[in-house]
């Protein structure tokens, strides 16, 4: 018995999700098609509107609801500071430990050759455009510490060296290799206190 195109269109789908391969996609698919109608119905419905209200904040890079972003309206954050991470996700892990309270500039990945991923493809354009508005006094690279990670941020801080503004790195508890999502509260609080200038103006 040949499958179903309805559940093989689902399964398609489903394995466009980063992680999930035939087997997790069949799964699920059978999963959904077991649920209550009316469930099905809120998640399609979950699904139309985070793909109606939400989008990518024009200036910090981050996700916003509504064309509102929470982290550029917010005028009690500290204007001077800015750290730059790899994605939303390594946001949201640096607010959990409410101890930075600057901006935000989220790239939407690393550089990378090997996989042809390269200055154009990521939001380091962005960036400059901020360092270039001249209100910054720091910029934390927080990039992931994986080759990538390292590569991009050892980029951006040879670009920001003409720039008269200091130029950190997290170092401080967190292992090589290690993505910034993964690391628990308290080692993350300590990266950034314990930061390593590349570059800093008095």
């Excluded at 430990?97 to 790239?107: A, D, E, M, P």
């Excluded at 991923?117 to 360092?131: A, M, P, Q, S, Y």
Aim: with cysteine; proline share 3%.
């Amino acid at each position: 018995m040949e499958e179903f195109q309805s559940v093989s269109a689902l399964i398609e789908s489903l394995k466009k999700l980063p992680g999930i391969g035939r087997k997790s996609a069949e799964r699920m698919a059978y999963q959904i098609l077991q649920m209550k109608p009316e469930k099905i119905d809120q998640m399609v419905t979950a699904l139309k509107n985070a793909r109606d209200n939400i989008d990518i904040c024009p200036i910090c890079g981050s996700f916003r609801e509504n064309k509102n972003c929470p982290i550029c309206s917010d005028m009690s954050r500290d204007q001077d500071t800015l750290i730059v991470v790899t994605s939303f996700k390594d946001l949201l892990a640096i607010e959990k430990i409410n101890s930075y309270h600057g901006l935000y500039h989220v790239l939407g990945g690393n550089l990378s050759p090997t996989k042809g991923i390269g200055t154009k493809d990521i939001n380091i354009e962005g960036l400059f455009n901020r360092v270039r508005e001249g209100n910054l006094k720091e910029v934390i690279l927080a990039t992931d510490l994986t080759l990538d990670g390292e590569t991009t941020a050892l980029y951006i801080a040879k670009l920001l060296s003409s720039y008269p503004i200091s130029v950190s790195r997290l170092a401080y508890g967190l292992p090589m290799g290690g993505q910034l999502e993964y690391a628990d509260e308290l080692t993350l609080a300590k990266s950034i206190e314990g930061r390593n200038f590349i570059k800093k103006e008095l």
